[in-house]
């Protein structure tokens, strides 16, 4: 079992940054893949990027490739998004999930946090 809490979102203009962390609890966390989905107004939950149990793995989806970069401490069970040059089309809630598998698929994540709201202005 993975209790799982995001923090970090806010308001940013474009072009700017924010870092979103999520903090794990339970003593299984460095087992497991952690990503990073978003889920815009009226859209669909969407993946972003994900890493790999002993980080060595990272995988983004196209859009964000470049700009977002993904890390994880298993020391610490947190696991962070650092988002630059960011775009309006970046805002959404964004949530940190945990998989036995790394995929980029919603399915495979069986728990999740409760979400952090990332809003950028143009």
């Known amino acids: 079992q993975v209790q799982l809490v995001e923090s970090g979102g806010g308001l940013v203009q474009a072009g700017g940054s924010l870092r979103l962390s999520c903090a794990a609890s339970?003593?299984?966390?460095?087992?497991?893949?952690m990503g990073w989905f978003r889920q815009a107004p009226g859209k669909e939950r969407e993946f972003v990027a994900f890493?790999?149990?002993?980080?060595?793995?990272?995988y983004y989806t196209d859009s964000v490739k470049g700009r977002f970069t993904i890390s994880r401490d298993n020391a610490k069970n947190t696991v962070n998004l650092q988002m630059n040059s960011l775009k309006p089309e970046d805002t959404a809630v964004y949530y940190c999930?945990?998989?036995?598998?790394?995929?980029?698929?919603?399915?495979?994540?069986?728990?999740w946090g409760q979400g952090t709201q990332v809003t950028v202005s143009s």
């Open positions: 999930a945990a998989s036995a598998r790394a995929r980029p698929m919603t399915y495979d994540y069986a728990y």
């Open positions: 339970g003593r299984t966390f460095s087992s497991y893949t």
């Open positions: 890493i790999s149990w002993s980080g060595g793995t990272t």
